[in-house]
């Protein structure tokens, strides 16, 4: 059989465009701000109401209350206590997600479109009315500090627990835990979530996101009807300063004795979101080690089998969030595999790259955005992103042309401007006997020994 | 109701293909289900259908070693693939003009796999699933409970026994030799179904599948599954297993044996699992976690899987102060509680379950996915749009005979994890 036309890969087809949906936004008179999508696939219609209430904004004292205050939205209203609450959604087949990072605090719900105007009553209620009910609170609270003790024994959750202490001076707020340490989640007080809420969830600092089957004109109604009468003052944008733990190279060591796999951790402070290097990094990173072929992973996976897969990100936050190379591998080939992460930022750092593993980068970021918009649950996350980091509504209208832009010596400046290996703190949380030796003939600078999350320094 | 549209046709080298067409995003997914998975590994070659599956990206006769991850990420796709008990499946998703490249690449890997096997290829990629064991298993705290479960629901020459990620040692035995075999045993068209689902030209596409795929021959016929595959409907006692482990917390795994996958019990059960763990109303949370503060979370879901018998998998992790015992004792009252379950309990997870199915089939590689599966498993794609309503036909009594029946301490397997004492 002549199978010679196979020989060549088959070429493109003309492309169609991918046309990101329009998205508007109207403000109710209390400074609510409202913003919809269309997105007509399946007759559902996800809502996020985006709350200005992160991580970064709570006492430093009491690290993990943004996350206790969202997982207490389900404990009850001052309409209804947490099992009613559950119940009035889940009838309707609905559930409430809440979600917190070090920017924002999100509760949401995907109904059926005919479901909406009634879940949307419910929801409104939780983000209004939370009341922190003290024993819910307590529950929840010892449910927090349980699932502390339990990442403690789980390696990849340890070591992501510990990056923030391995990388911020001390007090900055991403040197805690998200989830917080033993002693000030046991500090938190019901009290405490009740003025963080008082504080910081106000009509001004919430951003009501509808995506799906529902047009403007009803988005709009529904927002007037469920939150148009609440009032409130808007909370201040938290204001702090980030520091580096250490100028210069470091590694931190988390000793599971016996384990079979190091987790590894290993990079510095990245940038913030607002960084003008934004789309020239995510471009650089992709070739690094942002998708499955890029150079971290074809070399530790493919070509030396040391790992399941090795991933690299710059971590953006509204201040300098971390940059991390995230893997596993084998206890064994721990230090072969540092030595090759380290080789591999200093080549991307003195080549660059080259204009093909250019082009592929930029066909690959821009061609993935349509799959990742497939679902009103991913546009609507995508949109409270916008929201969240100040980005204009029509920011991926413009996505395409911002990658497009972006050559070969953009790369080559911010690698080397955002790529410091001799400043990388490398975290290894694997058997220590096994590993400490040869880390140390790295000569990467001094080594510390770090108890995991939940013990007492 | 929604309505996913489906033509279906076979090849003549016994292919089957489903087509799907859909034009809201200029987005194509497909699928390939090959009808094979762990329970068709021989005694000695645990984890060997995952390990080929890996395989499968290493390039082929006209295709360059990882040039199917390149040549997809570069089209700005993404791909991958999966290896459970009943099947192997591949899928990409990729901008709508690239179908070709899909096409090109899941044929020349089935039409010409081994011409491109190496030693070398099979020892990197034993390295990296070696990898994937200790990440998803050895490495993970309770990260060894399917692989016990398995054995203790399953008899040992029942094809489920034995875990997909398969043992260190068989993995260290696998061999070129396997790999042909393995290859020219079960990955023929008359042991696949192909799907495509999104924005295509039906015309077209069959065109490029005949051209693709039509050329290929009909491989010989699949060999039965090995080992006893039938299962009496209850287990007729209860089995047991401590596991002293590196943990923070107790667990306990309470699992029961339950008809396989398709037929209306199923469905029973798959409602029952969504009644008990499945939102902040379910029996166990409410119970379990709200209110008597026994347990940390709970989780209950149903396997679909179709060989003799499937299995109802709950856990719960004890809040610390509290044992396994306590967690178990409290479990088993809820269990007996479903023999008279409200109807209000049933209506809410037949609500969840029905709005998950709407949501879910918002994506057009799950669309594709599933197509596959109930075309493979089935034989009735169509069933994509029917599940709904066996979900809805589940009543009340339907769930009190089912946990009657199903639901006793007769007919399940007890895992329970303690924390390892130090220094022990």
């Given at each position: 059989m002549n199978d010679t036309w196979r020989e060549q890969a088959p070429e493109p087809g003309p492309p169609r465009t991918f046309e990101f949906p329009d998205v508007r936004s109207a403000t109710l008179r209390n400074g609510m701000r409202v913003v919809h999508a269309r997105h007509g696939r399946m007759p559902v219609v996800s809502a996020h109401v985006v709350i200005d209430a992160g991580a970064a904004g709570e006492p430093a004292d009491r690290g993990g209350l943004a996350q206790l205050a969202a997982s207490a939205l389900h404990a009850g209203t001052t309409q209804r206590d947490g099992s009613r609450l559950a119940w009035d959604l889940e009838r309707l087949g609905v559930q409430l997600n809440t979600d917190v990072t070090w920017d924002a605090i999100e509760a949401s719900i995907t109904p059926p479109a005919a479901q909406l105007a009634d879940a949307l009553v419910v929801l409104a209620d939780v983000v209004r009315n939370a009341a922190f009910p003290a024993g819910e609170v307590e529950r929840l609270r010892e449910e927090q500090l349980a699932e502390i003790l339990q990442r403690m024994k789980e390696p990849r959750a340890l070591a992501n627990d510990v990056v923030g202490r391995c990388f911020y001076a001390p007090g900055v707020p991403y040197a805690r835990a998200l989830i917080g340490s033993t002693a000030s989640v046991t500090a938190i007080t019901a009290e405490d979530l009740r003025a963080f809420h008082r504080e910081r969830f106000t009509p001004a600092s919430c951003t009501l996101v509808l995506v799906g089957d529902i047009d403007m004109e009803t988005a709009t109604t529904l927002a007037e009807r469920c939150f148009g009468d609440w009032s409130g003052a808007p909370a201040p944008t938290p204001e702090f300063d980030v520091a580096p733990l250490n100028d210069g190279p470091s590694v931190h060591i988390v000793d599971r004795i016996g384990a079979v796999q190091s987790e590894l951790r290993i990079g510095h402070i990245g940038v913030r979101r607002s960084h003008p290097d934004y789309f020239p990094l995510i471009v650089m990173n992709t070739i690094f080690g942002g998708a499955f072929t890029s150079r971290l992973n074809m070399n530790l996976r493919e070509t030396n089998g040391f790992t399941y897969g090795v991933r690299s990100a710059y971590t953006f936050r509204r201040g300098p969030g971390p940059f991390l190379v995230s893997t596993a591998v084998g206890t064994d080939v721990t230090v072969r595999a540092v030595e090759e992460v380290l080789k591999e930022s200093d080549r991307l750092r003195t080549a660059g790259v080259t204009d093909e593993e250019l082009a592929n980068a930029r066909d690959y970021l821009v061609g993935i955005l349509p799959l990742q918009m497939q679902t009103t649950e991913q546009l609507a996350g995508a949109l409270a992103d916008l929201v969240t980091y100040g980005l204009s509504l029509d920011y991926y209208d413009h996505y395409r042309e911002r990658i497009a832009a972006v050559t070969a010596d953009d790369v080559r400046r911010v690698a080397r401007a955002h790529l410091r290996p001799d400043e990388f703190a490398i975290i290894v949380v694997g058997d220590a006997a096994s590993v400490r030796d040869g880390i140390q003939e790295l000569q990467h600078g001094a080594l510390h020994d770090v108890k995991p999350n939940g013990e007492a320094a | 109701m929604i309505r996913i549209p489906i033509e279906r046709y076979r090849l003549d080298n016994g292919m089957e293909i489903v087509l799907s067409r859909e034009d809201a995003a200029p987005v194509v997914a497909l699928n390939i289900w090959y009808g094979v998975g762990s329970r068709n590994e021989r005694a000695g070659r645990t984890g060997f259908a995952h390990l080929f599956e890996h395989m499968m990206f290493q390039g082929s006769k006209h295709v360059p070693e990882m040039g199917h991850f390149a040549l997809?990420?570069?089209?700005?796709?993404?791909?991958?693939?999966?290896?459970?008990?009943?099947?192997?499946?591949?899928?990409?998703?990729?901008?709508?003009?690239?179908?070709?490249?899909?096409?090109?690449?899941?044929?020349?890997?089935?039409?010409?796999?081994?011409?491109?096997?190496?030693?070398?290829?099979?020892?990197?990629?034993?390295?990296?699933?070696?990898?994937?064991?200790?990440?998803?298993?050895?490495?993970?705290?309770?990260?060894?409970?399917?692989?016990?479960?398995?054995?203790?629901?399953?008899?040992?020459?029942?094809?489920?026994?034995?875990?997909?990620?398969?043992?260190?040692?068989?993995?260290?035995?696998?061999?070129?030799?396997?790999?042909?075999?393995?290859?020219?045993?079960?990955?023929?068209?008359?042991?696949?179904?192909?799907?495509?689902?999104?924005?295509?030209?039906?015309?077209?596409?069959?065109?490029?599948?005949?051209?693709?795929?039509?050329?290929?021959?009909?491989?010989?016929?699949?060999?039965?599954?090995?080992?006893?595959?039938?299962?009496?409907?209850?287990?007729?006692?209860?089995?047991?297993?401590?596991?002293?482990?590196?943990?923070?917390?107790?667990?306990?795994?309470?699992?029961?044996?339950?008809?396989?996958?398709?037929?209306?019990?199923?469905?029973?059960?798959?409602?029952?699992?969504?009644i008990l763990g499945y939102g902040k109303a379910a029996l166990l949370y409410r119970s379990l976690v709200r209110e008597q503060q026994v347990a940390q979370d709970v989780v209950a879901y149903a396997f679909p899987i179709v060989v003799g018998a499937s299995m109802l998998v709950t856990w719960a992790t004890a809040r610390p102060g509290r044992s396994a015992a306590d967690v178990e004792r409290a479990f088993t009252e809820q269990i007996e509680r479903l023999r008279d379950v409200d109807d209000a309990d049933v209506q809410r997870a037949v609500n969840l379950l029905a709005t998950e199915r709407l949501n879910e089939l918002q994506r057009l590689d799950e669309r594709a996915d599933q197509l596959s599966m109930y075309t493979q498993l089935f034989d009735e794609p169509e069933r994509i749009n029917t599940e709904v309503d066996r979900i809805r036909a589940v009543t009340p009594q339907h769930v009190r005979d089912f946990a009657a029946r199903y639901l006793g301490t007769d007919n399940r397997a007890v895992l329970t994890y303690v924390p390892r004492e130090v220094g022990a």
């Open positions: - | 997809i990420e570069k089209a700005g796709g993404s791909l991958n693939g999966s290896t459970w008990l009943d099947r192997t499946n591949y899928f990409e998703t990729l901008p709508a003009n690239y179908l070709e490249l899909g096409l090109w690449l899941e044929s020349d890997r089935l039409g010409w796999l081994l011409p491109a096997m190496t030693q070398e290829k099979l020892d990197n990629q034993r390295d990296v699933v070696k990898n994937e064991r200790r990440w998803r298993v050895d490495n993970q705290p309770y990260g060894d409970w399917d692989e016990r479960i398995q054995a203790l629901m399953y008899p040992p020459d029942h094809p489920y026994h034995h875990s997909v990620i398969g043992s260190m040692e068989d993995l260290d035995a696998a061999s070129l030799e396997d790999v042909e075999q393995f290859f020219r045993t079960y990955y023929a068209p008359n042991n696949a179904v192909l799907t495509l689902c999104g924005d295509f030209d039906p015309t077209q596409a069959r065109e490029l599948i005949a051209q693709y795929f039509g050329q290929l021959p009909r491989g010989p016929d699949i060999p039965p599954i090995p080992g006893r595959t039938r299962l009496e409907p209850v287990m007729g006692g209860e089995v047991r297993e401590l596991v002293h482990q590196d943990v923070s917390l107790p667990r306990v795994y309470v699992t029961y044996r339950i008809p396989p996958f398709g037929g209306a019990e199923y469905y029973t059960a798959l409602v029952t699992s969504y």
